[in-house]
């Protein structure tokens, strides 16, 4: 066998193994040298979480850590779905979603809940609804009666009355989701675990207006196009082709040209249906396209806007434009255009690629979420305001692939800690990704260990990713609607509208902290928990820094407020929430 499909053996073996194994022994089974062999597990560790001791032959014993039957039995079952390290992959959340056993159809007035389980009715989850408006959480309550047989469906009026709230009253992009969770403890789940849920999106987001605009600056020379505004200023580059320099109050943001972009990192998947024989030229397309160096200016009195044209190597030849439009308040409007011609293949993706200095790798984005999706693999997902780290969005696969997308993204902030970066913006919901790698990198690499240092963060924006597939990773092609199908005459369109974040508008990493709260039991009146700010043992409540309130140290998992409230933010410190 080859090197790497020897290495998978050895994980197996020892992972399955009942006692420790000998290394000379690997090697023996194995039919390699003990040199070979010890190189391997070398590797493996860097992966897998592997022990070893000293054996009384001078050898070495290997066996992985923290082993028992129950888990070993679950990761026989479900291997596919967690790491060999024990953790969840990305692809737990699709089971979760597929296997639910309450699913939903919503109308404009009612919800229709359909129960699969086959004994139990679902008066033994809790029920709890919930309403948000741009990703804001404004109301949630529980719904005791909403109670479906076995095997049954029964249809319910969209619980906007208990709720406390109009519908018709709400502004912007409003969500309403209905969830089942666990009513108490169980042998693989505490009480509060989520089962299954549904919602209901409706209404459009409200547009961000950014209350900063002042004079606008052009300078055209031989080589470069500047433009500067109030705390702003861009370096449109002839040489480089596009954006070269972006700065905010005297930051840099971005530390290389923004590129059309038509791949992604081979799945396994795509390797076993040979992905790359069929849509390599899209590789080239985006590593290889030439520019005109002579950009179309046109300079109005609040705004500025320029146009380059993109050869794309491709055969047969085809062209591409992006159109940066600047205005005065700073944003950046950018357009990615390309009309396709006869003879190319389906596009694995269209967008735009940036690149920011690896500082900038905190993201905050309202979309799908909270683990990676895809155009064919969403279901388990629900629309929110999540947040992630680049390196926590790269998904720790066997082999480095294509990870880390989101789709249904409305906006996205890339931040440093103190919450200065850029913000991404679309008119309809995107794909969006943060890695600390490009497509080709990953591309390039077969083990994690062989990736280069992070020394940046890829922020890809797109129209659209073609989907994962899954039939089998052995020949079956993704599915045709996950396609991106290129028509010969028909225009391709992709815009992102890009400004940057003020500290004050990204919000301090350090300071601000979102999770994701477990459904409450709300009781009034409050008896003897409550204590002034001032009083509580936490400097950073105590300083006064939150303002006046009542700070709430609970007992147990129940949050006990004075009155009948709402909270439209939830943060801790370290000994009260």
């Known amino acids: 066998v080859g090197t790497q499909a020897r290495r998978h053996m050895v994980a197996e073996i020892l992972y399955y193994a009942n006692d420790y194994i000998k290394m000379k022994t690997l090697a023996e089974r194995l039919g390699v ?10 590797i493996l560790s860097l992966t897998y979480n592997i022990i070893s001791k000293a054996g009384f032959d001078g050898g070495v014993l290997l066996e992985f850590k923290e082993r028992n039957s129950d888990s070993l039995t679950q990761m026989k079952r479900h291997r596919y779905f967690v790491y060999a390290y024990h953790t969840e992959s990305p692809k737990v959340q699709e089971v979760k979603g597929c296997y639910a056993p309450v699913a939903f159809s919503f109308t404009d007035a009612a919800v229709r809940v359909h129960n699969r389980n086959l004994f139990a009715p679902t008066s033994a989850y809790r029920c709890m609804a919930s309403i948000q408006c741009d990703g804001r959480r404004i109301r949630q309550c529980e719904l005791p009666d909403w109670n479906v047989e076995p095997l049954g469906a029964k249809e319910f009026a969209l619980p906007f009355e208990a709720l406390g709230v109009d519908p018709d009253a709400l502004q912007g992009e409003c969500c309403l989701e209905i969830a089942f969770c666990l009513k108490e403890d169980t042998s693989w789940a505490k009480a509060g675990h989520e089962v299954a849920f549904g919602q209901k999106v409706w209404g459009k987001m409200q547009e961000s207006h950014t209350q900063r605009p002042g004079p606008l600056t052009v300078i055209q020379g031989n080589l470069n196009v500047g433009v500067s505004g109030r705390d702003f200023s861009l370096l449109f580059s002839k040489l480089h082709g596009g954006l070269l320099s972006y700065r905010w ?41 030439c520019f005109e160096e002579t950009p179309a200016v046109r300079v109005e009195k609040d705004r500025v806007e320029l146009t380059l044209l993109y050869h794309l190597a491709t055969q047969p030849a085809s062209d591409c434009t992006v159109r940066y439009i600047v205005s005065a308040e700073g944003k950046i409007r950018m ?10 293949t389906e596009m694995p993706e269209f967008g735009l690629s940036f690149q920011m200095d690896a500082d900038f790798d905190q993201c905050t984005w309202y979309g799908m979420g909270p683990e990676e999706t895809y155009c064919d693999r969403c279901t388990g997902a629900k629309l929110g305001v999540f947040a992630s780290t680049t390196q926590e969005a790269l998904s720790r696969y066997l082999r480095p692939q294509e990870c880390g997308n989101r789709t249904g993204v409305r906006w996205a902030k890339v931040m440093r800690k103190d919450g200065t970066g850029l913000l991404f913006e679309t008119r309809k919901p995107m794909d969006f990704s943060a890695l600390p790698y490009t497509p080709h990198e990953l591309e390039n690499a077969r083990h994690s260990f062989e990736l280069p240092r992070a020394g940046k963060t890829v922020v890809r924006t797109a129209l659209r990713q073609m989907g994962v597939g899954g039939d089998n990773t052995w020949g ?6 996950y396609l991106i199908h290129c028509q010969p ?11 940057a974040l003020s500290h004050e508008e990204g919000g301090s990493q350090d300071a601000n902290v ?9 009781l009034t009146p409050l008896d003897d928990c409550a204590m002034n700010l001032g009083k509580l043992p936490d400097e950073v409540f105590a300083s006064g820094t939150l303002g006046n309130g009542c700070g709430i140290e609970p007992d147990e998992d129940t949050v006990y407020p004075i009155l009948d409230w709402i909270s439209p933010h939830w943060m801790h410190a370290s000994k009260a929430l």
């Open 489 to 499: 005459g028909e225009r391709m369109e992709f815009e992102v509208i890009v400004s």
């Open 249 to 289: 109050q005297g930051q840099e943001m971005l530390s290389a040209v923004p590129k059309p972009n038509f791949w992604r990192a081979p799945t396994d998947n795509d390797v076993g249906n040979r992905m790359g024989a069929r849509y390599g030229q899209w590789k080239l397309a985006s590593l290889y396209s």
């Open 514 to 522: 979102s999770f994701e709260a477990p459904p409450m039991t709300i």
């Open 335 to 344: 357009t990615l255009s390309y009309t396709p011609v006869q003879g190319l």
């Open 33 to 42: 040298s003990y040199s070979t062999i010890r190189n391997d597990v070398d």
């Open 476 to 481: 079956a092609f993704t599915h045709d609607p």
